[in-house]
């Protein structure tokens, strides 16, 4: 199983990022795909979560309306696009998901929200 993110970056207050996380090795279209975040000093956090065909999505009551989770099967890629981005909302991100019971993580992507 591999997971790679992409998109991060250094972005104003209000602004926008959309991150990528191309998969691999694991039938892609079977899995929940989950978005984590680290911040400085802090713990990992959950920050959206979307079912393997893509019906459900849930998210963090912190980024609700502001964050959306989506996928493309067909090119084994989950997305997050970010708006109205705070400075809060910086932090390390990675892509995750669930695999014969051990969880797989990316190496992460910084996302800064600062003027």
């Known amino acids: 199983v591999q997971l790679v993110e992409s998109g991060g970056g250094l972005v104003q207050p209000g602004g926008s990022l959309r991150l990528s996380c191309a998969a691999s090795?694991?039938?892609?279209?079977?899995?929940?795909m989950s978005w984590y975040r680290q911040a400085p000093g802090k713990g990992r956090e959950s920050v959206a979560t979307i079912t393997g065909t893509g019906d459900s999505k849930g998210y963090a009551n912190s980024v609700k309306g502001r964050f959306t989770i989506s996928r493309d099967n067909a090119k084994n890629m989950v997305y997050l696009q970010m708006n109205s981005l705070k400075p809060e909302d910086t932090a390390v991100y990675y892509c995750?998901?669930?695999?014969?019971?051990?969880?797989?993580w990316g190496p992460g992507t910084q996302v800064t929200v600062s003027s």
């Open positions: 090795g694991f039938t892609f279209s079977r899995n929940v």
């Open positions: 995750n998901t669930i695999y014969a019971n051990l969880n797989y």
